[in-house]
T-cell receptor, first 113, second 113 residues
Framework: DAGVTQSPTHLIKTRGQQVTLRCSPK?????VSWYQQALGQGPQFIFQ???????QRGNFPDRFSGHQFPNYSSELNVNALLLGDSALYLC????????????FGPGTRLTVL | KQEVTQIPAALSVPEGENLVLNCSFT??????LQWFRQDPGKGLTSLLL?????REQTSGRLNASLDKSSGRSTLYIAASQPGDSATYLC????????????FGTGTQLKVEL
């Protein structure tokens, strides 16, 4: 049983560029959440997708957007990259949207130069 | 706004010692609390999830407790081993907050031979 997978593993971009990160949830899971983890900090919630719609959003600007596909996989898009967007981006999947165990992927390390 | 704090930020112990990691949260209206392990540069591995109606959960050498009234959770690790060295994160899901997790900044544990 494959767990949560994310691609790419690492990414280097320059300021002002746009980036797309991808996530495939654990088998049987229908909900995907995205988190940003800066160095030395705990993960911060970006948003959550369920039934191809954004259901919850954290305190992140509109430069951060997402999408969920019919097969439950998800993308995170970040426009107009800033140096401060450099972080580990984590995807988590779960069954349903309320209180179930969340399983995290290995993350995508984004570096903005 | 839920705030989660973990103390200590770092801990170094000799192999074989029993230890306790602390997590406190400001909003007692939590749905559940989850403990994770994170190895350097990696994703999060779920260790234990405690529902709000439970007082504790156990898995092998790990035991997590939850006291909603005092806003605290503890993770007890018995007979620590060098392989336990990692950062341990706690995260709270609020009632009515769906699956959104609010994380602490973690406790970095080093178990020495």
């Amino acid at each position: 049983d494959a767990g949560v997978t994310q691609s790419p593993t690492h990414l280097i971009k320059t300021r002002g560029q746009q980036v797309t990160l991808r996530c495939s949830p654990k088998s049987g899971h229908d909900t995907v959440s995205w988190y940003q983890q800066a160095l030395g900090q705990g993960p911060q919630f970006i948003f959550q997708y369920y039934e191809e719609e954004e259901r919850q959003r954290g305190n992140f600007p509109d430069r951060f957007s997402g999408h969920q596909f019919p097969n439950y996989s998800s993308e995170l898009n970040v426009n107009a990259l800033l140096l401060g967007d450099s972080a580990l981006y984590l995807c988590a999947s779960s069954r349903g949207t309320v209180g179930s165990t969340q399983y995290f992927g290995p993350g995508t390390r984004l570096t903005v130069l | 706004k839920q705030e989660v704090t973990q103390i200590p930020a770092a801990l170094s112990v000799p192999e074989g010692e029993n230890l306790v990691l602390n997590c406190s949260f400001t909003d007692s209206a939590i749905y559940n609390l989850q403990w994770f392990r994170q190895d350097p540069g990696k994703g999060l591995t779920s260790l234990l999830l405690i529902q709000s109606s439970q007082r504790e959960q156990t898995s092998g050498r790990l035991n997590a407790s939850l006291d909603k009234s005092s806003g605290r959770s503890t993770l007890y690790i018995a007979a620590s081993q060098p392989g336990d060295s990692a950062t341990y994160l706690c995260a709270a899901a609020l009632t009515g907050g769906g699956n959104k997790l609010t994380f602490g900044t973690g406790t970095q544990l080093k178990v020495e031979l």
